[in-house]
């Protein structure tokens, strides 16, 4: 393997000059450069990145924690984050931790073995504590993890509130909710927001919010039970698009037609939500841009480190698409 | 930082009997193992892996690379490599090379960079020549490269005149392929199945055959173009179902019903095929295995390498799902 001492040797300055000369730091004449840049090229020297991490604990690597990347909400957050870490020259690694706080554990020490610079994390279960002794720049991302720690987010709660009014203006009257995993922050602002429009009226009831894991076929089961126990209910807000899919299954296998029977809205904006039967409302998240935006804050993070230094959260707009399975009821009265 | 020389000095030994207990090589007695175990613990120490990788020339980790991780076909190969990673301590690196032969190459130089053990590689542009001189071993996934790297791969022609037989055995008479990319070894393949089976019939046009790209937004204007230049055409067969779903929506814009005007398949066995209106019919890949064995054949590469040592490649079988899509015409013979 070629070395630093080689480049040195063969363009007869020391080994300091041609690790200016990497570097880009310091002044070095012209002529020097150019003898320099001319061993580099003759000898194909390629500076090692290892032995510069080594040096500098920087290894030029982010990592992003998802719980699994089957999941069609977070490809597009991942792309996202990759093309800007590649742009800043950045590698960039992925790890599905399936929403589990061990596997996450695991995880965060083997990253921080690898000097990793920096983490995006999509996270219910860590808290600031397990992180804090990392020493390490993180953005939550999706979901918050406790107060401190820089967050990019769509404003979930107000969100929540427009979807449960859509499904009331398209006239249902027993509003029910399919929530996300207990303890994640957006599914908690999502289930917060139903309650704000509905809490107060005559007919609430708590039995009218599920249990839900953001997956389709625990959603079906969920809202099998759900219609079979209370057939009254003539509306839900699933809390992301997933389970809106398992919802609109379930209906199709009792029977019940969507919307006129029921009315469905989901949330994220999947491309999934186009192409079922009927096709899917929901609260679309404008999600490559929280991706990229989240690696650009932790890249910025990275570049200016300082823990005691706060990063301001983010919270972008989600959008109302409508679509056919909210789509005004012929019969209002019913 | 504590390092080594501090867990040697507090447990009494010395810094090579604390690495046999890092590593787990020679013999340490019980006493002594209890002694570093306890150092260690007391002094939270963790070994650095990029001090570790710059000393072995390893950094236990893998990369992979994908056109695209928002076409949903790589999700699932995506989650099963890094499963398999993650499950032999590698951490997973993930490239989007949007099927570009220069962000290929600049990803394989950074990764070199980074001592990164081994790459799966999802393909078109690259040769073999552009890697060899990389000297790291290499699973191509999907698509083949050359004939010397290991693949793995799916019976991709086979299966091919399976879907145009299927298309066949339901009534069809003028059968169009839309095709994948040039280049794409998958996607030859396919195309070679497809005439394997209509290239000697009376009726066959090489016109029939459109060029593709793999996304659905292509695949959806060239279908238009096909059904509008020759409206004859009742069988479409898309080698993937992203186009599949492309076809479809072509299909619902000249009002063309599918199947009994135009019967559609597919190829991969995405989860979309499965809400789409009607649902698609597909050949369908056993993704997550195909995905898992290249990491296992990678990783089994990496712990033996031999750049002169054959892979053998391996080749998984296809199904056939049978959809709405395809559903036998009530009226065959017209």
């Known amino acids: 393997m070629t070395t630093i001492r080689d480049v040195a040797k063969l363009a007869d300055v020391s080994v300091a000059t041609v690790s200016r000369v990497l570097n880009q730091t310091g002044n070095v004449s012209p002529k020097t450069l150019q003898r320099v840049e001319a061993a580099i090229s003759q000898l194909n020297y390629q500076p090692n990145d290892v032995a510069r991490s080594l040096f500098k604990g920087r290894s030029k690597m982010i990592a992003l924690f998802v719980p699994d990347i089957m999941n069609p909400f977070f490809p597009e957050l991942a792309r996202a984050a990759e093309d800007v870490a590649s742009k800043h020259g950045y590698t960039f690694v992925l790890c599905n931790t399936d929403g589990d706080g061990e596997k996450e554990l695991t995880y965060l020490k ?39 720690i820089a967050a990019v987010t769509v404003n979930n709660r107000k969100a929540a509130q427009q979807a449960v009014t859509h499904l009331q203006e398209v006239g249902c009257k027993r509003i029910a909710h399919i929530r996300g995993p207990q303890g994640a922050s957006n599914a908690e602002d999502r289930m917060a927001g139903y309650i704000d429009i509905v809490g107060q009226t005559d007919w609430f009831n708590p039995s009218f919010i599920c249990e839900g894991d953001y997956t389709a076929d625990h959603a079906y089961k969920a809202a099998l039970d759900l219609l079979q126990q209370h057939p009254e209910i003539d509306g839900i807000f699933a809390a992301n698009d997933l389970m809106g899919v398992g919802v609109l299954k379930a209906a199709a296998a009792l029977g019940k037609k969507v919307p006129d029977e029921l009315a469905v809205i989901g949330f994220d904006g999947i491309a999934l939500g186009e192409v079922t039967i009927p096709t899917l409302s929901t609260m ?51």
């Open 284 to 334: 679309a998240q404008p999600t490559y841009d929280i991706g990229a935006r989240a690696a650009e804050m932790l890249i910025e993070h990275i570049d200016t480190y300082d823990l005691n230094r706060f990063v301001e959260p983010v919270e972008y707009e989600v959008k109302l698409i409508k679509r056919q399975s909210t789509e005004r009821r012929t019969n209002d009265d019913k």
């Open 110 to 148: 083997a990253l921080k073995q690898k000097s990793v610079d920096g983490i995006i994390i999509v996270s219910s279960t860590l808290s600031k504590d397990a992180m804090a002794h990392l020493d390490l720049p993180i953005i939550a991302l999706d979901r918050k993890i406790g107060t401190n």
